[in-house]
Each structure stands twice: as C-alpha cells, then as structure tokens.
C-alpha cells in the first residue's frame, strides 16, 4: 500500500465512505476532504503513490481548515450575536415582518406576495421598489433573470429576498450542508455587502458538497450566476399592478416565530403550524 493509500485510506473505503446513517449520500467533512485532497494528488501525480507522506499531511491539513474555517465563517453570520443593530433596519424588520404575514395571507403565489410586500412598505413611506434582474449568456455565465425587493435609505440600499435559502438548493447535498441551509433565514435583510458575503460562502460550500457526490456544479449555482440574480443588471420598479382579491385589514396577532442577529427573541402563536424567519445579516 502506498504512502498516499495509508494517509487516506484505500480505494474502496475512499469510493464508499462510513456513514453514520447507514446513507452512502451522507458524507462527513473530513471524509469528503480525503477524497478530494487524494484525487487530486493522485491525478497530479499519474497515481504514483510518490509523494512524501509529510506533504500529504500538510496538504490535507490546510483543505480541512480552510473548510472549517469557511464553515464555522457562515454559522457566525446566521447566529446571535450582537446587538449593534441600526435603528432603520430595527423597524424595517419588524415592518417586513408584518407585511409578510399580510401578504401570505391574501396571495396565490410568491410573485404576487412579493408585490403586496412592496406596496405595503411604501404605504409606510419607505423607498421600496420591485427589482428584476435579468443578464444575458456569456463565456461563463448562463443567462437568466430574477425578481426582489429593495428598501434605499440615503447611501444604503437594503435587499430584501423571501425565499432565500432555496436559491441555495442542490443536488444529493451533503450533512453539513443540510444544515447550513436549514440556518440561513427564510426572508434576508441586509445590504449589498452582506449579501456578497453570504453568497459567496453559500456557493463555496456548495461546491465542496457536490465535489464530495462526484457532481459537478451546474451553471445556475456558480457564484458569478448567483451574484447576478440579486447585484445584476437590473430594474426597478415602484408601480405595480395587484390582482384585485381584498388586502386583509391590519392585525397584530401573527403567527409568527422571528429571529435575527443581534436579537434573542422569538413571537410564537400558539396552536398555529404557520412561521416566519426574519433575520438580518450583519457582517463579520
């Protein structure tokens, strides 16, 4: 057995990794790293087995802590921690809360909720607009297009996206990213920079999970496609045409569980399935 063989195990162990739940598409992190620090190496090598046993080590170390690090990186980003929150995005959550509610319960789609989100923000005076991206095909881009909403305050422009983490899904994901994507809130608030930030580690650990299946990263989750959906060449609109079911009248009693960095707190409406995640992404 060669060097590189007993640093990362054998060619069988490395095609069907251990699994603790008995799942051969369940691969741990540090599996999933074995495997692709040792394809490399043997492709590098034309599967010599020649390379020093210390090299591997090295090698292999810094792949995991560089994973480690971007993972630990992103469950900062989604944890409490902190309350420096500005006083504008403070109310804005809390109206975005309340006009989400309203909106899921007078719409057939999220288009449409989307547009009464809208509305309803610019009915308490805030410069919310609908925004449609849209970006033709290039040497390394796919074509597409998508649709958000967003609040400017003076120099700062808010995002705001309703769905967020499934613009994330892929393909037979692995452990660690199941739980990264259930930690990503359902609704984003947050700015230019931070959502650059969160996409770009998002697509990162997306990569090392589907790097693990064998799968390659199809177009529409690359980070220059998914950077294009939100920070594209775009329009925006502040004049939308509703269908005409009722708007409900305001209430204060949601169901609604809220959590958000820089907050602990959460709204839960007893005997109620229905809730919604509104957390703002402050960076680190």
Request: with cysteine; glycine share 4%; charged share 25%.
């Amino acid at each position: 057995m060669s060097a590189l063989q007993r640093l990362i195990g054998s060619g069988d162990q490395r095609r069907y990794p251990p699994s603790s739940s008995g799942s051969e598409t369940e691969y741990s992190v540090d599996e999933c790293l074995s495997k692709m620090v040792v394809d490399f190496l043997e492709e590098y090598s034309g599967g010599t087995g020649s390379w020093p046993a210390e090299d591997l080590s090295n090698v292999a170390a810094a792949a995991a802590a560089d994973c480690t690090e971007a993972l630990g990186e992103i469950r900062r980003m989604v944890s409490v921690n902190g309350r420096n929150v500005e006083p504008y995005r403070a109310v804005l959550v809390g109206n975005v809360q309340e006009a989400a509610e309203l909106a899921a319960a007078s719409s057939l789609n999220s288009v449409v909720s989307q547009r009464r989100l809208m509305v309803f923000l610019q009915e308490l005076r805030y410069n919310a607009a609908m925004c449609k991206t849209k970006w033709e095909s290039s040497r390394d881009l796919t074509s597409g297009n998508y649709e958000f909403i967003d609040v400017v305050n003076g120099n700062v422009r808010y995002l705001i996206d309703m769905n967020f983490p499934a613009q994330f899904e892929i393909a037979r994901p692995t452990i660690q990213y199941r739980e990264l994507l259930k930690s990503l809130p359902l609704i984003f608030i947050g700015t230019i920079d931070e959502l650059k930030k969160m996409v770009k580690i998002m697509c990162n650990a997306a990569k090392r999970s589907l790097n693990c299946m064998n799968l390659s990263v199809p177009p529409w989750r690359k980070y220059i496609y998914m950077k294009n959906k939100w920070l594209g060449p775009h329009r925006r609109i502040v004049n939308l045409v509703l269908d005409k079911s009722p708007t409900p009248k305001k209430s204060t009693n949601w169901p609604v569980k809220c959590q958000w960095v820089g907050f602990d707190n959460t709204i839960v409406e007893p005997n109620t399935n229905t809730s919604i995640c509104v957390r703002s992404i402050k960076a680190v």
